[in-house]
């Protein structure tokens, strides 16, 4: 049985995705030390959410066969 490959067909569209993710992370650990010392206000708090489920939906991405 072949391995199926887990990288997107084009290396451009697989960039794109490694520079969301990069963003995605940063904002997440600001937002992470916001709530250390201040604490999330319900707005943070959703986009801190929101920016965990779309890493979902590129490492999903990530693991689509081609």
């Given at each position: ?8 067909s ?11 993710m990069d ?5 997440q650990?600001?937002l992470?030390?916001?709530e ?7 707005a ?18 990530l693991?689509?066969?081609?």
């Open positions: 049985m072949k391995p199926r490959s887990i990288l997107p084009s290396p451009h569209a697989l960039g794109e995705i490694v520079e969301e963003h995605l992370f940063q904002r650990i600001e992470m030390r916001s250390a010392f201040a604490g999330l206000t319900p943070e708090l959703e986009e801190y959410d929101k920016i965990g489920e779309r890493i979902r939906c590129l490492f999903g991405e693991a689509k066969p081609k």
